[in-house]
């Protein structure tokens, strides 16, 4: 897979770049976030607001998502990763 596969997926489909670093839990705890925090923001905006204002809550944590996705890549990529199992050199 490329390097910028997830981070491009993430961007289109909010959520696919983590399933795409086999990490679907983290994918859907992120949407979760989006939809809880864009609802927030509408709730608590005036209706004057524009709709990307109504719903920056969700906005945010979708391009924070997308920042990590390209992250954890990167990571992968420079062989920075280190597994949560590994054992201590």
């Given at each position: 897979?490329?390097?910028?596969?997830?981070?491009?997926?993430?961007?289109?489909?909010?959520?696919?770049?983590?399933?795409?670093?086999?990490?679907?839990?983290?994918?859907?705890?992120?949407?979760?976030?989006?939809?809880?925090?864009?609802?927030?923001?509408f709730?608590?905006?005036?209706?004057?607001?524009?709709m990307?204002?109504r719903?920056?809550?969700?906005?945010?944590?979708?391009?924070?998502?997308?920042?990590?996705?390209?992250?954890?890549?990167?990571?992968?990529?420079?062989?920075?990763?280190?597994?949560?199992?590994?054992?201590?050199?």
């Amino acid at each position: 897979m490329r390097a910028w596969g997830p981070v491009i997926a993430a961007f289109i489909v909010p959520g696919s770049g983590y399933v795409l670093l086999s990490r679907p839990m983290r994918g859907l705890l992120m949407i979760f976030w989006m939809c809880i925090f864009g609802y927030i923001t509408f709730r608590l905006t005036s209706a004057n607001i524009s709709m990307i204002g109504r719903y920056s809550g969700g906005l945010a944590v979708w391009v924070i998502s997308v920042l990590e996705v390209y992250h954890i890549t990167r990571r992968n990529r420079t062989g920075q990763f280190r597994s949560r199992h590994a054992t201590p050199k």
